[in-house]
T-cell receptor, first 113, second 113 residues
């Protein structure tokens, strides 16, 4: 089963709001990846993190690699309508030398009616 | 540089049939991984190929198989289709095995009737 727990599972955003989501694991990860998936498309890589404590930005997106190596956080500042979609955290499966990624269940961002 | 391409984008099959899906990685990428995405199980790793060899395999039955060609293009095959095989099948490529930054294609939506 999945080893990465994402929260919240879903959230409504209003344009201009800041958004935060996180991903936790019972195992240590050496790499954290954040992807966004739009309906009918494949996930798009947003940010990759390789070092505990690392803080990396990509435009309005900022992600952090937790100090314990068991969590990661993604923040979106000043959200816009095109931020709507599903955000996934992912990392290489523990004790796996290849490219086998474990994915979280996703955080679905929706626009407030 | 062109992204990962997958063909076909949509496919409808009936139970018991077999299906072959194709993936062309980003030019220069030599590792190709396949994932299955369903609403219930999320994104799950199927297998990874590098230099025409399967390097990792996920927890899927033997009906799921794949191969990689010398030009790094990959195919996956599912035999004796079951209703539960209906899913979005995603291919991801990376420069080499162990480079966790994987870039996904748009996926093939398989519906089994």
């Amino acid at each position: 089963g999945q080893q990465l727990n994402q929260s919240p599972q879903s959230m409504f955003i209003q344009e201009g709001e800041d958004v935060s989501m996180n991903c936790t694991s019972s195992s240590i990860f050496n790499t954290w990846l954040w992807y966004k998936q739009d309906p009918g498309e494949g996930p798009v890589l947003l940010i990759a993190l390789y070092k505990a404590g690392e803080l990396t930005s990509n435009g309005r997106l900022t992600a952090q690699f937790g100090i314990t190596r068991k969590d990661s956080f993604l923040n979106i500042s000043a959200s816009i309508p095109s931020d709507v979609g599903i955000y996934f955290c992912a990392g290489p499966a523990p004790n796996n030398a290849g490219n086998m990624l474990t994915f979280g269940g996703g955080t679905r961002l929706m626009v407030k009616p | 540089k062109a992204g990962v391409t997958q063909t076909p984008r949509y496919l409808i099959k009936t139970r018991g049939q077999q299906v072959t899906l194709s993936c062309s990685p980003i030019s220069g990428h030599r590792s190709v991984s396949w994932y299955q995405q369903t609403p219930g199980q999320g994104l799950q790793f199927l297998f990874e190929y590098f230099s025409e060899t399967q390097r990792n395999k996920g927890n899927f039955p033997g009906r799921f198989s794949g191969r990689q060609f010398s030009n790094s293009r990959s195919e996956m095959n599912v035999s004796t289709l079951e209703l539960g095989d209906s899913a979005l099948y995603l291919c991801a490529s990376s420069f080499w095995q162990g480079n966790n930054e994987q870039f996904f294609g748009p996926g093939t939506r398989l519906t089994v009737l």
